[in-house]
């Protein structure tokens, strides 16, 4: 079906109907594909063609719908990157959450926001800027030690970021166990049941002959999720944990 759909998209019969097929149809593939640690920079900006009364528009259309991921390679970089050589590429409109966490543009959403602002920014968020400006470039500079990484993602004191960036770093890299661990206990401080017991699923289901994290999941289950769940029903994704234990 999307498949067809993108077709038809690219095609200059295209109408509106197929654009909101397709949106949703996206929405859905992207939102499975972030659940399981696959992330695609490109899917923040889908480009599409629709046939209407005034004739053939394009337009451009973020697959993660509101999802704003707090990453160090910015979730909005493409905005950037396209808008300087394509002109019916949306301007990025910067706001303040923008500027509260470290990542490659993080000067250059400072510059947007107050050129386009009406104030000047707060001091609180200024300030917040200033701590964030050089920690990204000590974080990219001990990439290769997951450990000091993981440590100085723990600095920016935002649990969101340290979520989204050590889910996107596993999801390029699946055997770094080091990182998988590190992540477990970081979820279980913070009393991030939910994911604690998601992020248990995927690693067990991965890492099929790893026994002691098995029990591991097995009495955390028990602990922070459903008392007595069947062995059965355990390893798969709990995407219907809706209430734990706190």
Not at 11 to 24: F, G, I, S
Not at 215 to 222: Q, V
């Amino acid at each position: 079906m999307c498949e067809d759909l993108t077709n038809r998209l690219h095609d200059q019969r295209a109408n509106v109907v197929d654009a909101k097929l397709w949106k949703n149809c996206c929405l859905k593939i992207a939102k499975r594909a972030l659940f399981h640690l696959c992330y695609n920079r490109e899917w923040n900006a889908i480009k599409y063609k629709v046939q209407d009364d005034d004739g053939t528009c394009v337009y451009y259309f973020n697959a993660y719908g509101d999802t704003y991921l707090k990453l160090l390679n910015f979730q909005n970089d493409f905005y950037f990157e396209s808008a300087k050589h394509k002109p019916d590429f949306p301007p990025y409109i910067v706001t303040k959450y923008d500027l509260e966490y470290p990542h490659i543009r993080l000067q250059d959403c400072m510059h947007e926001y107050e050129k386009k602002s009406s104030r000047i920014p707060s001091a609180k968020l200024t300030t917040r800027y200033q701590k964030m400006k050089p920690l990204y470039h000590k974080i990219k500079a001990v990439e290769d030690n997951v450990e000091e990484w993981f440590n100085l993602l723990l600095e920016v004191d935002d649990v969101y970021f340290v979520v989204h960036n050590v889910e996107r770093r596993i999801g390029l890299s699946l055997f770094n166990i080091k990182l998988w661990k590190l992540y477990i206990d970081f979820l279980e401080e913070q009393r991030e049941y939910k994911l604690l017991l998601e992020t248990y699923s995927k690693y067990c289901r991965f890492f099929l002959d790893d026994k002691e994290m098995k029990e591991k999941y097995k009495a955390e289950m028990i602990k922070y999720g459903f008392p007595g769940l069947s062995m059965d029903k355990l390893f798969t994704f709990p995407n219907d944990i809706k209430k734990v234990r706190s």
